[in-house]
């Protein structure tokens, strides 16, 4: 039985940084990943398969070859068992490897809604993240002419939107009035749903699925809670993830209420040298403190830098207040983004902010070629001015943008400083100075700050 330092469960982006940090910061350490799958897939570049990258899954690939080139191992099985006590690891094929460290990085699953009848017909998809399966569905696509998407989240709007720009007849079905409304304001997602209508896609909101009707074990159409029928050669189901903890659980490693393993600031979990990290793992709300939904790859490998520095005792402390969500997509042109609070999530914490936005051209004067209206929202304490949140669309420009929105939340920045923000501008990759979204948003939220304590 060969012995490890540590050995990690899984192959996606959260065990693949945890593997590339402790090698890096601990060059003598022995660790061994185990993955399922040979080769992997980026997870937010999966919708993208099917149109974008010309239906070909080999070129959203994603693998261990940084953590190998540092010198950690990796084999292709599947961990069957986990002896907490012994601290050993059994694979498939009969192999027991020894370990002083554990990292589950065991990811995520497909939520399957098995209340609804014929969700196990045959055509009936995931957008799971195995390279595998996916595969094998660009190899289906062909054969397809009416696909209909459940679920109106980043994933089944961006799949919905791909397969449709591949000439399928594509319906997308959504429970709630917008889409994407577990991640931006009502007035983004209302955006967003809009752009997303004025592209082919049929989009239905406030609709919920009764059925999927079969003949033959195959998909024939999707019967709808209002009546309507939808013929389908295929269904991908698209309704959110679960953390992939069965083995976790089987282990005897104490999972939350949302069935993630239960771990603290600093990923470890309640059994002494085991931890978990990614979507596998708990994270707390930036908000509430308590445990959350978010399961993200910029969010793992966060966490996974954080783990892997301090596996071997706390080097780095962690200094983040909570996981605070950062979502970014494009649709039919549109670049979106938010993180921290909005309208929405501040009611449901019982939090009172106060937000103003501002618009401007991505580049000055705008006239120049290539430019696209940048709007910026942010949301602050109407106490003490700190940034809680923000969204940002427009251009491309957004995604970086959402990160300096992000920065100044985790640094607890208020609108006052931002107000000096200095920027560096050039016009053909920025807003004017004079317009800055982010700095002129914060004046407004300023002056509504002052008129509220303004003596009557």
């Not at 159409?221 to 013929?231: E, H, R, Y």
């Amino acid at each position: 039985m060969k012995q490890y330092d540590v050995i990690i469960i899984g192959g996606g982006p959260a065990a693949i940084v945890t593997g590339i940090t402790i090698k890096k910061y601990f060059k003598e350490k022995s660790v061994l990943m185990i993955k399922e799958e040979g080769e992997g897939l980026v997870p937010c570049g999966i919708p993208y398969i099917f149109h974008l990258l010309g239906n070909d899954a080999d070129k959203n690939k994603m693998g261990p070859k940084p953590f190998v080139d540092l010198g950690g191992e990796v084999i292709v099985n599947t961990a069957v068992k986990v002896d907490k006590d012994k601290k050993t690891v059994d694979v498939k094929t009969g192999e027991q490897f020894s370990f002083d460290k554990l990292v589950f990085a065991t990811g995520s699953l497909p939520v399957v809604p098995r209340s609804i009848p014929g969700y196990d017909l045959n055509n009936v998809y995931y957008i799971k993240k195995s390279f595998n399966y996916i595969k094998e569905l660009t190899a289906k696509v062909s054969g397809f002419k009416n696909i209909v998407v459940v679920g109106g989240g980043f994933i089944g709007a961006e799949v919905a939107e791909q397969f449709a720009l591949a000439s399928f007849n594509v319906t997308l079905i959504e429970s709630e009035p917008v889409c994407f409304s577990k991640a931006f304001s009502p007035e983004l997602s209302q955006i967003a749903t809009d752009f997303l209508a004025k592209t082919k896609v049929k989009v239905l909101t406030s609709s919920m699925v009764k059925e999927i009707v079969g003949e033959n074990n195959k998909v024939k159409q999707v019967w709808l809670a209002d009546g309507s029928k939808i013929d389908a050669d295929a269904v991908i189901l698209s309704i959110g993830y679960r953390a992939n903890t069965e083995l976790a659980k089987e282990s005897g490693i104490e999972l939350n209420r949302f069935g993630d393993i239960h771990v603290d600031h600093y990923g470890r979990t309640t059994i002494k040298d085991i931890s978990a990290v990614g979507d596998c793992a708990q994270t707390f709300g930036f908000l509430t403190g308590r445990s959350d939904m978010i399961k993200l790859a910029s969010t793992a490998t966060a966490e996974a830098r954080v783990l892997g520095h301090n596996i071997f005792g706390i080097r780095i402390k962690k200094c983040t207040a909570g996981t605070l969500g950062v979502f970014s997509t494009e649709i039919n042109g549109l670049a979106m983004a938010a993180a921290g609070a909005n309208e929405r999530s501040a009611c449901d914490a019982s939090l009172e902010i106060i937000s103003a936005k501002f618009s401007s051209p991505d580049r000055h004067p705008g006239s120049l070629p290539g430019v696209s209206d940048l709007t910026v929202k942010l949301y602050a304490s109407p106490v003490d001015g700190s940034i809680l949140g923000g969204e940002a669309w427009g251009g491309k420009s957004v995604g970086e943008i959402i990160n300096i929105i992000s920065l100044a939340i985790q640094k607890s920045i208020s609108v006052f400083e931002l107000v000096s923000f200095q920027v560096g501008t050039h016009p053909l990759l920025t807003s004017s100075p004079v317009v800055n979204p982010i700095i002129r948003a914060s004046e407004e939220i300023v002056y509504k700050m002052l008129e509220r304590i303004k003596p009557e």
